[in-house]
């Protein structure tokens, strides 16, 4: 795939819903239920992070639940785009971007998220062709004051901001031209997780799907 199609599928997944969950899975137990539960609150595109022994399998798991789209986070090498993909991942998202990880997913053709903190960070992607990109991590740096003012004289990127996201101050992301969805972890706490209280989690899903 070239970066401009790597993009345009990219922004096809942002625009299924306003919220991408970010999801860090520790048991692949947990991962069916959990991707059902946000499935059906209008969440369908997950982000499982490459942060826990069980991810890959989590990401297995999930990509078998009908109507779910299922992608790796944290993807940082050339080697985590082989695994995630082989365990099922139809997307990966990344903190930064380097020229390897840019390559691999071109050659893998696996749609990139590439994680970009800054202007000049921004402007070398959308040089490579990706205009699409994860604003990261979007609270530490400046919120959506940051993103707009970085946004202004670069119309033709569009972001999905994550890093201190959450129903609070969603609504402010998401009210941007540049933003096409956000990501959070907000939607399926790990309390609830761990209690198995998956329709709490359907419930917290259908009101990020109604921002």
């Not at 919220?19 to 595109?45: N, W, Y």
């Not at 990127?157 to 994550?162: D, Y």
Request: glycine content about 10%.
């Amino acid at each position: 795939m070239t970066p401009r199609q790597i993009s345009e599928a990219t922004e096809s997944l942002c625009r299924h819903a306003p919220v991408i969950p970010v999801l860090v899975v520790d048991s692949a137990h947990e991962a069916a239920p959990l991707a059902k539960a946000l499935v059906a609150g209008g969440l369908p595109v997950l982000e499982v992070t490459l942060r826990t022994p069980a991810a890959l399998d989590a990401i297995t798991a999930m990509a078998r639940v009908p109507g779910g789209i299922v992608g790796a986070g944290t993807v940082l090498t050339p080697e985590d785009v082989a695994a995630a993909k082989a365990a099922g991942a139809r997307f990966a998202v990344s903190p930064g971007a380097t020229d390897r990880l840019l390559a691999a997913c071109e050659a893998a053709e696996l749609p990139l998220l590439p994680g970009a903190a800054t202007a000049s960070e921004a402007m070398a992607l959308l040089e490579r062709g990706y205009s699409v990109q994860k604003f990261f991590p979007a609270g530490a740096i400046g919120g959506a004051k940051a993103l707009k003012a970085i946004g202004a004289p670069l119309p033709q990127v569009r972001f999905c901001p994550t890093g201190g996201i959450g129903p609070e101050n969603a609504p402010d992301y998401l009210a941007l031209d540049n933003v096409l969805c956000v990501g959070g972890s907000w939607v399926a706490p790990k309390t609830l997780v761990a209690a198995g209280d998956f329709d709490a989690i359907t419930d917290l899903a259908r009101q990020a799907a109604a921002l």
